[in-house]
């Protein structure tokens, strides 16, 4: 099974959490009660090795996880300075969102966009890139001034050729100073047209 790689691998599930909290509790007490328990030995140390064995495995556990989520953050946050980078080298790009992976074909992929500045969703064509595109991604892309242009409609699919695709990073994986940037920046936007709206309204 191949994992998406711009969803941020979870640490704690709730299976995870009740079955440590029953073994902690089951050895915490077979520890306390050992002293007494009217048992065979050979049952003392077979219940015991059970309850450590469990133990040390989830404890395994645990660190696994912790261990794959702090080296998915380290890859995210070099891609995150790889899209920066090529952003700053680039002349006029903008940032999608993949919200959706809808059809894979072997020139391209139908999919469903975000742009991040406009807040708007539409259809999008990607042509096909070296690696795969999966949902939550961020492309930084060049856009094409042929199929959006200022006061002519909003095509309904927007086509994207691989040449125009400059990088791409995880959202989940998005530096915080980044991301209230953007916000700031979607924002900033939306106050302009409504400022805009209301001197066409009033003039």
Same mark, same amino acid.
């Given at each position: 099974m191949v994992l998406n790689p711009t969803v941020k691998p979870k640490i704690v599930t709730a299976g995870l959490v009740s079955t440590s909290t029953v073994v902690l509790i089951g050895l915490a007490l077979f520890l306390l009660s050992v002293p007494a328990a009217q048992l065979p030995s050979l049952s003392k140390v077979i219940v015991g090795?059970?309850?450590?064995?469990?133990? =040390? =495995?989830?404890?395994?556990?645990?660190?696994?996880?912790?261990?794959?989520?702090?080296?998915? =953050?380290?890859?995210?946050?070099e891609r995150w300075k790889s899209f920066e980078k090529a952003k700053r080298a680039s002349g006029t790009t903008t940032e999608v969102t993949l919200l959706s992976v809808d059809a894979v074909q072997p020139?391209?992929?139908?999919?469903?966009?975000?742009?991040?500045?406009?807040?708007?969703?539409?259809?999008?064509?990607?042509?096909?890139?070296?690696?795969?595109?999966?949902?939550?991604?961020? =492309?930084?892309?060049a856009p094409d001034p042929a199929q959006v242009m200022p006061g002519a409609p909003w095509p309904e699919t927007y086509f994207i050729r691989a040449a125009e695709c400059l990088a791409w990073a995880p959202t989940e994986g998005q530096p915080a100073e980044s991301s209230a940037i953007r916000r700031h920046q979607g924002l900033s936007f939306k106050r302009a047209r409504l400022v805009e709206s209301l001197r066409d309204w009033f003039a």
């Amino acid at each position: 099974m191949v994992l998406n790689p711009t969803v941020k691998p979870k640490i704690v599930t709730a299976g995870l959490v009740s079955t440590s909290t029953v073994v902690l509790i089951g050895l915490a007490l077979f520890l306390l009660s050992v002293p007494a328990a009217q048992l065979p030995s050979l049952s003392k140390v077979i219940v015991g090795g059970i309850l450590v064995a469990a133990t =040390l =495995l989830l404890g395994g556990l645990w660190w696994k996880r912790v261990h794959r989520r702090n080296a998915w =953050l380290i890859v995210a946050a070099e891609r995150w300075k790889s899209f920066e980078k090529a952003k700053r080298a680039s002349g006029t790009t903008t940032e999608v969102t993949l919200l959706s992976v809808d059809a894979v074909q072997p020139t391209g992929s139908w999919v469903t966009i975000l742009w991040n500045r406009f807040n708007h969703v539409q259809q999008g064509w990607v042509e096909a890139l070296p690696e795969p595109l999966w949902p939550g991604a961020v =492309l930084l892309i060049a856009p094409d001034p042929a199929q959006v242009m200022p006061g002519a409609p909003w095509p309904e699919t927007y086509f994207i050729r691989a040449a125009e695709c400059l990088a791409w990073a995880p959202t989940e994986g998005q530096p915080a100073e980044s991301s209230a940037i953007r916000r700031h920046q979607g924002l900033s936007f939306k106050r302009a047209r409504l400022v805009e709206s209301l001197r066409d309204w009033f003039a």
